[in-house]
């Protein structure tokens, strides 16, 4: 086999390469240009995914998490606990549970009629740097907190009490 079917067999064209082969004139440096342009706008899109990701796991914790709180802390309170002290071991058992710099939790409980109460959490969620903080706004852009809410009626039993 010769060489020049060899380079056919291959796909190389004969020849030496020429220099701005496949490009106008006046095209280098176009793709730089383009990529500085697209580079910011994949950055916000890439930023946008991952912060709603994280919003959305902490959402479905948050649900878990205190509607669990509520029935271990507040179903059946302790001889003397009353709603307050309830609402407040609900909160720290949530300030335990996330500990993260940019998310609040803020419980409170309020009457249901008929005896029951209803606890209301808010998850209150503030985006992120991939995982770093930073300034609450950009260009004149503000940057706002996303928030979460659930709610839980239960009936505060207490046993051995008498009416």
């Known amino acids: 086999m010769g060489v020049g079917k060899m380079h056919g067999i291959l796909g190389g ?3 030496p390469p ?5 490009r106008a004139p006046g095209e280098r440096g176009q793709m730089t240009v383009e990529l500085a342009v697209a580079f910011p706008v994949l950055l916000v899109v890439a930023l946008v995914v991952v912060n709603a990701a994280m919003f959305f796991g902490q959402c479905a914790a948050f649900d878990n998490l205190f509607c669990d709180a509520v029935r271990v802390h507040a179903a059946s309170p302790a001889y003397g606990q009353g709603t ?5 071991l609900v909160q720290e058992a949530m300030d335990q549970a996330f500990p993260e710099g940019n998310v609040e ?8 009629g008929l005896g029951h109460t209803r606890f209301t959490g808010t998850l209150r969620f503030a985006p992120t740097l991939f995982g770093y903080p930073f300034r609450s706004e950009a260009f004149g852009v503000a940057f706002p907190r996303l928030s979460h809410s659930a709610q839980i ?3 505060c039993y207490k046993p051995g009490v008498l009416l």
Request: hydrophobic content about 45%; aromatic content about 0%; glycine content about 12%.
């Open 13 to 15: 064209c004969p020849g």
């Open 84 to 88: 307050a002290q309830s609402v407040t």
């Open 105 to 112: 939790v803020a419980v409170r409980a309020d009457d249901a």
């Open 153 to 155: 009626v239960v009936d």
């Open 18 to 22: 020429v220099e701005g082969a496949g």
